[in-house]
């Protein structure tokens, strides 16, 4: 599910089924966007990335739609294993050379249930 | 081989303390970031620097004060630590040129003032 204020986003799947989270980011002019793992105790990683000019994008097990029209990201994780389970964060990119800036979006957690 | 690493990792410290958090990187990057993660997960950049030149200085107090002695070092110096500072600390870094460079994350320094 997902909610706003004081709790994390969280969103429970079965393993083995397919997950969806969702992001919204907030400037139209971002060109790239970028997916974190999150897992606990740890920095973020990347996951997979994609250009304004595409909307979609796949990598193994992940998929990323971009949806410029309503400015919404979205990350797509095929058959979730409990490896899976982190918190998920979009970011936008904006700047130029050497100024590059990344705005996260506000993470949502996963649970993937055995 | 750790790639992007930060000390200390735990840090417990008293109210109207100063503490400094050190970063490093091996990845021969010339850009680097601060990030403070708060409680609720939520991630925002502090400052970045590239080539040790400041580039990025969001809305920070000025009891914190970044210090880069060169392209692979990256600092965090707090002044009068509050209460509002405890949160997670993550240092990154990446190539500075081209959007698509991946950012790199290191492990994080806990941040606790009581």
């Known amino acids: 599910g997902e909610s706003v204020g004081l709790h994390l986003p969280t969103l429970s799947v079965q393993e083995g089924d397919n997950s969806i989270i969702n992001c919204a980011y907030s400037?139209?002019?971002?060109?790239?966007f970028i997916w974190y793992k999150q897992e606990s105790g740890k920095g973020p990683q990347f996951i997979i990335d994609?250009?304004?000019?595409?909307d979609k994008r796949q990598g193994q097990r992940v998929t990323v739609l971009l949806n410029k029209t309503v400015k919404h990201l979205s990350l797509q994780i095929a058959a979730t294993q409990p490896g899976d389970s982190a918190v998920y964060f979009c970011?936008?990119?904006?700047?130029?050379?050497?100024?590059?800036?990344?705005?996260f979006g506000t993470g949502t957690r996963l649970k993937v249930l055995a | 081989d750790t790639a992007v690493s930060q000390t200390p990792k735990y840090l417990v410290t008293q109210m109207g303390n100063d503490k400094s958090i050190k970063c490093e990187q091996n990845?021969?990057?010339?850009?680097m970031y601060w990030y403070k993660q708060d409680s609720k997960k939520f991630l925002k950049i502090m400052f970045s620097y590239n080539n040790k030149e400041l580039i990025i200085n969001e809305t920070v107090p000025n009891r914190f004060s970044p210090k880069s002695p060169d392209k692979a070092h990256l600092n965090l110096h707090i002044n009068s630590l509050e209460l509002g500072d405890s949160a997670v600390y993550f240092c990154?870094?990446?190539?500075?040129?081209?959007?698509?460079?991946?950012?790199?994350f290191g492990p994080g320094t806990r941040l606790l003032v009581l």
């Open positions: 990154a870094s990446r190539h500075g040129r081209a959007v698509q460079e991946t950012q790199y």
């Open positions: 400037n139209s002019a971002s060109d790239y």
């Open positions: 970011a936008e990119i904006r700047g130029g050379s050497g100024t590059y800036k990344y705005i």
């Open positions: 994609i250009r304004s000019n595409m």
């Open positions: 990845l021969g990057h010339d850009t």
